[in-house]
């Protein structure tokens, strides 16, 4: 009874909402539903009762008027995936790519989609296990659940899904073997239609298994880079005819690599390098078609130069660093055709380097440092780039160009060049100027090229026609697009992917609307658009889109009432119906009341002339009126300027109590929105820490933005290292710097509520006040802000933080852990160690030292790289120990870098066995120690304390 009332209700709600008219299931509308509940952020025209009547955005129907497709990339969604997803039985299409918003399980009833033939998730939030259900969608075709949190293994069930043809699961968290049949176990052996097997960077384990490869696999990519793989190359993968890429490097591969790879005529890139292969070097002599080969760093036996270095007429990029090849280099190897780059470091090349006369145009590298040559007669006129440091023609008092390695040939950063636009054309309001000169909103994300067949990284060329086939793509299939432009990087990340930035302009508006983001979107996370062939493999990272006209300024208005049309309503229900309806329909109205109200001021009716709290929710900090600031920096005089950075300008103040601050005043253009800029001083308000620059107060007033933070008086870390304040660091003062610095950090990442994550833990962000207490400043302002100018230079993804310090890993993955922070920790006690900025002279500090040390040797041999005072410290082991710790932060995987509370501990016991009391962490009285504030030099006067360095991309170098 009760059944059939709500079954004559729901019907009737459903014809009263006016879903009958074209949207046939009521089943698509209780599932819509159940997604809007879990998300917030959906499309704001998601109104109304008709998905397919009245254009949702994302959502598209078919011809009996059933969704299905729903495609929401990069629209900023936030939220978990609701289990009644799999109401939309007809749903052939989802794509929720690029909201790393929307968090959680991927949700069982998934395998309920029986129609689904495409499942995409690239960039999201997902974690937990991979569903075994997805197994029984046996129409999927393409399965893209890269670049999430997934963790587990992967499900055997995926073997049931023979029409796959596109497999990413790459970089994730998954661990375990790759699984394949076994009696009725399916298995990943059964993809007999897989072109794609796409599982790099993941914590894979056990042997790649013989019976996945087949002579009838169509598989074009296998991609196992960066696991933990084991076992040997099996040599059924000679089987597989139509391989053009593989990559198997970073892994802990061993034995021999089998005689019949050499069968792959079609192979074009081949990754081998980074494992513990043995036997002899292969012979791919038969790889006709090979442009890109890098075998370096496994254990092959001692060779002569194969002869395949000279037969393999499309090679592009030889990359070969110890692998044990002897004698001297042939001349014609310099006169292949299309050789681009040689790097043969670390081999027993010898004798006489001659590289002819030959050198076609495109070689730009030759790079064969740790040999042992001991001739060399350039050529006039060649333009390659040729290094032999390291071989005994560069020994000593040799000053020669190849002698030297030059600093910047891998970090420049530019752009193709605009079309010529008018000098006077400036963008305002965030908009970037494009290509066509048009001031817009581009959208923007990064494309990432997991196997490029071409190593000269700086040809434009290259990139134009990777701009055409973009610009060709989008007018093919009608997309509103004017013109495109590409950030080019020309370094790899940390797997060699090759990443590049890249800006969408829209055609007609000055912005995309929802529906033209997500439809650009879908087509580069499904792979519809194609780049030219020499870029291989790759994926689109996307940015949320936050230049919709709602979003922007434009009234957005709200389609909320006109469809409800209370139509002719049935029988019994006809009051209850009224009732939920009236019900469903307050509550939302309340609902979108409340969420416009926040938007547009969140400080509503806070007074800020009253210290009276009320919304913001500060604990601790205070509102000071623009009045007050102005006269506490004097009018913001030049005087009182103590900094500035690419948020604005530092002014040191002094408020009435005479108390000295620190106030960071936001220029324009570099505010927040009112709503982020309550969320941020409610967070700093709650940080309280003696090892972490406190928050004074905030002002919010007369349009501008400043944060009043407690004044430090000895300046940065950085200062003091690099000799700037005068004062002497010695070996204990440092351990104290390090366990106070390290305290802090780890008080933001476990203690502070919400925990913080740095994401630009540095020298320069670590002050010392006048007790040399470490305290840990320009936290939790990292937040992605809208695109400005400025950032036209840079790269265009949202990792955060500074060159030298940067987590690889996070940049690699733009998933940020508080491990990311440990690693810029890392960087930071090396410093200390070494009192050598990350990155000096094209030398990064964690490679030298990582490279030098010995740990049989005294001082593990690193002592020409210690700073002399910390070399000259006399507590045994002391030293030692910390170069442990800090190298164990610097490890290239996150999982295998200590948490915070270990980094800390660490250094609490270092500082037992050089006897001192860590429980007593500040330094010293400040009259024992030299040089406090030699002249008038002011230490705040460095520009890059208090930075707001939030903005820096991975391309901007601080030795630019
Ligand atoms: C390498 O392979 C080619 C053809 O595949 C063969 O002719 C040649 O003898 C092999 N070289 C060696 C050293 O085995
Ligand atoms: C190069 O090294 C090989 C041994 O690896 C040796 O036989 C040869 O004589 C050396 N050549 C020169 C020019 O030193």
Redesign the pocket.
């Known amino acids: 009874m009760c059944w059939a009332i709500r079954l004559c209700c729901l019907v009737a709600l459903v014809r009263v909402l006016g879903v009958v008219a074209s949207t046939n299931n009521i089943d698509d509308y209780v599932g819509l539903r159940a997604l809007m509940d879990g998300w917030d952020n959906f499309p704001p025209n998601w109104d109304g009762a008709d998905p397919c009547g009245s254009g949702w955005e994302g959502i598209s129907c078919n011809n009996g008027g059933r969704v299905d497709s729903i495609t929401l990339a990069s629209i900023n969604i936030s939220g978990q995936l609701a289990s009644d997803i799999d109401k939309l039985s007809d749903l052939k299409i989802l794509d929720l790519s690029y909201n790393t918003g929307i968090t959680g399980e991927l949700p069982s009833s998934i395998g309920n989609l029986k129609n689904l033939t495409s499942l995409i998730v690239v960039g999201c939030g997902f974690s937990g296990q991979i569903p075994p259900s997805i197994g029984s969608l046996q129409k999927l075709v393409y399965l893209s659940l890269n670049l999430n949190n997934f963790i587990g293994e992967i499900p055997a069930s995926i073997g049931n899904l023979s029409n796959l043809f596109w497999l990413d699961i790459a970089d994730n968290k998954l661990t375990g073997s790759i699984p394949v049949s076994k009696g009725s176990t399916p298995g990943l052996d059964m993809l007999v239609s897989a072109k794609h097997f796409h599982f790099g960077g993941n914590q894979l384990s056990g042997q790649i298994p013989p019976q996945l490869f087949s002579s009838k696999l169509p598989l074009k990519h296998l991609l196992l880079e960066n696991n933990r793989l084991t076992g040997s190359i099996p040599s059924s993968l000679g089987l597989v005819q139509t391989l053009e890429v593989i990559r198997l490097d970073k892994n802990l591969l061993s034995g021999a690599v089998p ?1 019949n790879l ?2 792959l005529s079609n192979i074009q890139e081949l990754y081998l390098a980074n494992n513990k292969l043995t036997g ?1 070097l292969p ?4 790889m006709h078609s090979l442009n890109y080969v890098d075998l370096s760093n496994n254990t092959f036996e001692e060779t002569d130069v ?3 270095f000279l037969s393999l007429q499309s090679l592009t990029s030889l990359i070969m660093e110890n692998t044990h090849i002897k004698g001297e280099l042939p001349v014609s190897l310099f006169s292949l055709a299309q050789l681009q780059t040689v790097v043969l470091r670390k081999n027993h090349i010898n004798g006489t380097l001659n590289i002819g006369s030959n050198l076609n145009d495109q070689l730009k590298l030759i790079d064969l440092q740790n040999n042992f040559i001991d001739a060399f007669s350039p050529r006039a006129g060649y333009t390659a780039e040729i290094i032999l440091v390291g071989n005994p023609i560069c020994n000593e008092g040799i000053t020669e160009e190849y002698c030297t390695v030059s600093q910047n040939r891998s970090d420049d950063t530019y752009e193709l060049p605009n079309k010529d636009c008018p000098a006077d054309l400036k963008c305002s309001n965030g908009e970037i100027l494009s290509p066509t000169c048009k001031c817009a909103y581009p959208y923007s994300g990064s494309l990432r090229f997991r196997a490029p067949s071409f190593s000269d990284y700086g040809s434009t060329s290259t990139y134009e026609s990777l701009e055409a086939a973009l610009i060709e793509s989008f007018k093919l299939h009608e997309q509103p697009v004017d013109s495109v432009s590409i950030l080019v990087n020309p370094m790899k990340n940390a797997v060699g992917y090759l990443v590049l930035g890249l800006h969408i302009f829209p055609s007609d508006q000055p912005y995309f609307t929802r529906t033209g983001i997500v439809e650009i979107g879908f087509m580069l996370s499904n792979q519809t658009f194609k780049p030219p062939h020499e870029f291989g493999p790759f994926f689109f990272k996307g940015d949320v889109y936050q230049y919709f006209p709602d979003l922007i300024g434009d009234k957005h208005k709200s389609s909320l009432s006109k469809e409800v049309i209370i139509g002719a309503a049935v029988g019994a229900c006809l009051l209850l119906l009224l009732l939920v309806v009236a019900g469903v329909y307050a509550f939302r109205q309340k609902k979108i009341a409340k969420t416009a109200s926040k938007r547009s001021d969140p400080f509503g009716s806070w007074d800020p002339n009253s210290d009276s709290g009320g919304v913001p929710q500060l604990k601790g900090g205070r509102s000071f009126t623009f009045e007050e600031i102005k006269k506490c920096t004097n009018n913001f005089s030049t005087t009182n300027e103590i900094g500035s950075g690419g948020y604005g300008k530092v002014y040191r103040g002094t408020l009435v109590n005479g108390q000295l601050v620190a106030i960071k005043r936001a220029q324009q253009g570099s505010t927040q929105g009112a709503m982020e800029f309550k969320t941020e001083i409610e967070l700093l308000s709650r940080v309280h820490h003696k090892n972490v620059v406190g928050l004074v107060g905030f002002c919010f007033d007369k349009g501008e933005q400043m944060l009043i933070y407690e004044y430090v008086t000895n300046g940065t870390l950085k200062d003091s290292l690099t000799g700037k304040t005068g004062i002497r660091l010695d070996w204990s003062r440092r351990l104290r710097i390090a366990l106070g610095a390290g305290r802090g950090v780890h008080y933001l990442h476990e203690q502070a509520n919400p925990p913080i994550i740095h994401r630009d833990i540095k020298s320069n962000n670590i002050l010392l006040d006048e007790r040399l207490n470490a305290k840990v400043a320009d936290f939790g302002l990292s937040k992605s802000k809208p695109m400005s100018e400025q950032d036209k230079s840079h790269l265009t993804t949202q990792v955060k933080g500074t060159m030298g310090y940067l987590d690889p890993e996070y940049y690699m993955t733009q998933q940020l852990t508080e491990k990311s922070d440990v690693y810029s920790f890392g960087v930071v006690m090396l410093e200390l160690l070494t009192s050598r900025t990350p990155i000096m002279k094209g030398k990064y500090v964690v490679r030298e030292v990582k490279e030098a040390l010995d740990k049989s040797k005294n001082l593990y041999n690193l002592e020409p790289v210690l700073d002399p005072i910390v070399a000259s410290n006399v507590a045994p082991g002391s030293v030692e120990r910390f170069v442990d710790v800090a190298l164990r932060c610097v490890q290239e995987s996150g999982v295998n870098r200590p948490n915070m509370s270990e980094v800390v501990k660490e250094i609490e016991n270092i500082m037992d066995i050089a006897g001192l009391n860590p429980s007593n962490e500040s330094a010293s009285t400040s009259d024992n120690y030299e040089g406090i504030s030699k002249g008038s030099k002011d230490p705040y006067a460095n520009e890059s304390l208090f930075s707001y360095s939030g903005d820096y991309s991975p391309a901007k170098s601080e030795s630019k």
């Open positions: 005689d050499n069968n002899p012979n791919l002599t038969a194969p002869p395949w």
